[in-house]
């Protein structure tokens, strides 16, 4: 059993559920309720709604699964040997904390989730 991974795991989780709910409400709702949205090639402002939404649930299921693989590898169920793919994730959790630091001036709360993440992965792996 690998604690750090299960908290790896949890932060993933929680800023996946984070992302998919306060996101719907907070930014995709506003966003295309006013159906100013431009169209595209695509199609008018429904399309590039859906489009929107389709983009912003995606990540949230991309941590998710992040968060499935972590509990696996925490619980024990997978993993031991090498470790260089959870480190190279480690290292995308960092990008997106520092990423995400930066680019609000740390007006949103995600860094401290992706640096977390990144901290609980590495140390995990030692």
Partial sequence: MNELFLVTGALAGFGALGHGYLGERLVLMPLTQGRDLPSTRFGGATQTAMMLRFTWHFFTVVMLSL????????????????????????????????????????????????????????????
């Fill in 67 to 126: 968060a499935v693989v972590f509990f696996a590898l925490g619980s024990g169920v997978v993993g031991g040997g090498d470790w260089t793919v959870v480190r190279v994730l480690a290292g995308y959790f960092a990008v997106f904390g520092v990423l995400v630091l930066v680019l609000s001036r740390g007006r949103h709360f995600a860094w401290l989730i992706g640096l977390g993440a990144a901290a609980t992965a590495w140390l995990g792996t030692l």
